[in-house]
C-alpha cells in the first residue's frame, strides 16, 4: 500500500463562496507554506456549475483578488451568473503552487444539488423548519 502523507500534518478545510472568497482555503494552506510541491488537495461536493445561480457582488468578491477568476462565471441574463466553485477553488491553490489536486472536478457526479440519490442539498430539497440532511467527509492518518 502506498501512502500519500509524507509529512504528519493534515487539515480538513470547509468554505462555502464566502470564506473561498474571504480567504479561508489561503489561511489554511498557509500553515503548508514549508512545504513546497507536498500539498495534497481533494475537493468534496458542492452545488454545482450548472445550478449555483449568483449575482454581481459574488462575482466581484472572487476578482477583487483574482482578474482571472472571471472565467469561473457563466453570464445567465440580467446581473445573474453561474458560478463554478469547483474551479474557483482550484484557481486558489493553483496560486498557492498546489499541484496535486484530486476530487470534484465540477461535473454533476459531484453536484449537490443534481445528484440526490447521493447527497442532501438545503437548496433542492427546502424541507420544513427543523427538517435537515447531514454528510460528512473524514480525513485521517495511517501509521508511518
Known amino acids: 500500500m502506498t501512502s500519500f502523507c509524507r509529512n504528519s500534518r493534515l487539515a480538513a478545510v ?38 449555483f445561480e449568483v449575482g454581481p457582488e459574488v462575482r466581484a468578491a472572487f476578482m477583487t483578488r483574482d482578474a482571472g477568476a472571471a472565467a469561473c462565471f457563466a453570464p445567465q441574463g440580467r446581473d445573474k451568473f453561474l458560478a463554478d466553485l469547483p474551479a474557483l477553488a482550484r484557481r486558489r491553490l493553483a496560486a498557492a503552487d498546489v499541484t496535486q489536486i484530486f476530487g470534484n472536478d465540477g461535473g454533476a457526479a459531484w453536484c449537490t444539488v443534481q ?25 485521517w492518518r495511517t501509521g508511518q
Open 115 to 139: 445528484n440526490a440519490t447521493r447527497y442532501f442539498s438545503y437548496r433542492r430539497d427546502q424541507k420544513p423548519l427543523g427538517a435537515t440532511g447531514r454528510m460528512a467527509a473524514c480525513i
Open 14 to 51: 470547509h468554505c462555502g463562496w464566502r470564506g473561498l472568497a474571504g480567504g479561508v482555503l489561503d489561511n489554511a494552506l498557509a500553515a503548508f507554506a514549508d512545504l513546497p510541491g507536498q500539498v495534497i488537495a481533494w475537493l468534496g461536493p458542492c452545488i454545482g456549475p450548472e445550478r
